[in-house]
């Protein structure tokens, strides 16, 4: 049992003895003492005073007595005002410390048959670009997301919805067929996502040249817009794709193709993977069909120009267009295709959309849509919505081929943290190899440490130069720490010093006594991270813990420590530390170098 559930447990026995009330032991939750206030942890009593009858101090005081008297984990106590603060008995930090060490994957749950499973959807990536830095921060989030929802003991499927058709993706196949001159990744030496994005851009530049042609000979934007022959050959191949014409259907495929090998190579470098992909080509129809279904159960309407909406208005929405005059679909359909796939293939109980802020509102309706169409999950899902990223240089068009691409902002992270690295000596006695594979670590845990450190829902600046700094709250000060247990656990490995020792020969310094205390905090900090989706709680949480240990070990011996068994306490300590920056890291997808 925690020292959480211990003091929990406790104070609901005073309550019962002092004034009759039965309360439940796990709605009574000691919060960390402030560190201006003497105590360990602190428990609020205002929510007692009606069964006492007495003033807050008073309460708070009674309590305190009581706890002194009846549990050997309370050493002492004070109060200020209707603040409670209890000092623990130092002998039973030790054992909290013991069992942390002592409990395979402290803080996590395991999932059994009962679990619920969670599908989370994350990345939805175009066919017609590479993954850009917005795509690095939703993948990161999802990525990180199934990690804690793992974590806190639920199934879970990660999903991906490739957006693969489309007036955009016939843009970038046009620009192939007039200006590619039957290039390949092959023969230019590109990725094939890149090589793709290529042609997107190339598209754009025509295209705007075009109209600033017509429109020196006398036109409107708008009449511009409207008469320009290469927007019109980018629509009659997209008529084509849909009435499955297979000669575009095959130059179709084959690009996509090169996209998707570039993906993969980029999801890998960034250690982001899914259980299943599901492509809007095969989702769109799926949703028709169910919007049609819809319509004949009187759930939509039909309008005169023979389009379908739903009437959101008594939900305090407004009409939603969901099939266009002409038949089409448009992205609410195509979302509820995919919902309808997904189902059929999964047993959900919850379904988690990491999509942009922008997109709210959209969700909201699908939200309505599918509860009205029969998804049992769909009146209740989520949908993670997070802020916009940018770099200190300003806001990225990928039309316009000033995009930050995922793998130019990966190559240029990794070369940053081995230049960094290098000046600072942390790369001295490695081979290259070495150095190689531990500046790749430290420069994608620094962009990804950079990115989850934030609150989601807020938009970001993200700094390449700021996120590789060995001090402050970034990835590689956490994994340096790390790196800096690994190398005292083998020194100590090597002369055999062990981490058994005597509970009662180890007298602990509040220093040591806070640290076991953030230590024991994980297991709470787990369990908030997976009740409100947010990787930044574990970021956060793990920064401090390493700033605490950080000033614990300039402070006091380790190794050279004389008493045998004060230097295993803190030996033990130590690995702790390193067995949960470990884990916490572990949520957030960034890995651990084990020499720095």
Request: net charge negative; aromatic share 10%; proline share 2%.
């Amino acid at each position: 049992m925690s020292i959480d559930n211990i003091i929990s447990s406790a104070v609901a026995d005073a309550l019962k003895a002092l004034y009759g009330l039965e309360v439940a032991a796990e709605s009574i939750v000691p919060q960390t003492t402030k560190k201006e206030f003497e105590g360990n942890l602190t428990v609020v009593v205002f929510p007692f005073l009606r069964a006492s009858k007495k003033s807050p101090e008073v309460t708070a005081n009674e309590i305190g007595e009581y706890l002194v008297q009846h549990s050997d984990a309370v050493k002492a106590f004070n109060v200020i005002k209707g603040f409670l603060n209890i000092t623990i008995e130092p002998s039973f930090w030790v054992n909290v410390l013991s069992h942390i060490h002592s409990v395979d994957n402290f803080g996590f749950k395991e999932a059994d048959k009962d679990s619920e499973l969670v599908m989370i959807e994350y990345s939805s990536p175009n066919t017609n670009k590479p993954l850009h830095l917005g795509h690095v921060r939703n993948n990161l989030l999802g990525f990180s997301l199934s990690r804690i929802m793992s974590a806190n003991g639920y199934k879970v499927v990660k999903t991906n919805i490739v957006n693969d058709r489309g007036i955009h993706i016939c843009k970038s196949m046009l620009a192939w067929q007039k200006w590619g001159n039957g290039a390949t990744p092959e023969s230019t030496g590109k990725k094939g996502d890149h090589l793709i994005g290529d042609f997107y851009v190339a598209f754009d530049q025509h295209y705007k040249a075009e109209l600033k042609e017509l429109e020196a000979k006398g036109m409107s934007k708008e009449e511009a817009e409207a008469a320009s022959e290469l927007m019109k050959e980018a629509r009659e191949m997209l008529r084509r794709w849909e009435a499955g014409d297979e000669e575009v259907r095959s130059l179709w495929r084959t690009m996509n193709s090169w996209v998707y090998a570039g993906f993969d190579e980029t999801y890998k470098r960034l250690g982001v993977d899914f259980d299943k992909i599901y492509y809007e080509s095969n989702t769109y129809l799926e949703g028709k069909e169910k919007v049609l279904e819809g319509l004949e159960k009187g759930i939509m309407y039909r309008a005169e120009d023979n389009s379908v909406w739903a009437d959101l208005t008594a939900d305090g929405l407004d009409h939603k267009l969901l099939l266009r005059s002409d038949g089409t679909s448009v992205y609410m359909t195509q979302d509820i295709g995919t919902a309808k796939l997904r189902y059929q293939d999964y047993p959900i109980d919850k379904m988690i959309y990491v999509v942009g802020n922008e997109q709210n509102y959209h969700f909201q309706v699908l939200s309505l849509l599918l509860d009205k169409l029969g998804f049992k999950w769909g009146k209740d899902l989520v949908h993670f919505s997070y802020g916009m990223v940018e770099l200190p240089e300003g806001k990225m068009k990928s039309r316009e081929g000033t995009v930050v691409d995922a793998d130019d902002l990966m190559d240029e992270m990794v070369n940053q943290a081995k230049e960094t690295s290098a000046q600072l000596g942390k790369l001295d006695g490695c081979s290259q190899e070495e150095a190689n594979r531990i500046s790749s670590i430290i420069g994608l845990g620094a962009l990804k440490y950079f990115i989850l450190k934030v609150d989601p829902r807020k938009n970001m600046t993200f700094n390449p130069k700021e996120s590789i700094d060995f001090n402050g709250n970034t990835g590689p000060f956490i994994q340096y720490t790390y790196a800096r247990i690994q190398s005292v656990l083998r020194k100590a490995a090597a002369d055999n010093i062990a981490m058994t020792f005597d509970v009662n020969g180890v007298e602990l310094s509040d220093k040591e006594i806070s640290l076991i205390q953030r230590l024991a905090d994980f297991e709470g900090v787990v369990a908030e991270a997976g009740k409100t989706y947010s990787p930044a709680l574990v970021a956060n949480y793990v920064y401090d813990l390493v700033k605490e240990y950080n000033q614990f070990y300039h402070d006091y011996q380790i190794l050279r420590e004389s008493n045998e068994n004060v230097r295993a306490f803190r030996l033990m300590l130590s690995a702790t530390v390193g067995s949960i920056v470990k884990r916490a890291f572990w949520m957030l997808g960034i890995d651990v170098p084990e020499r720095m």
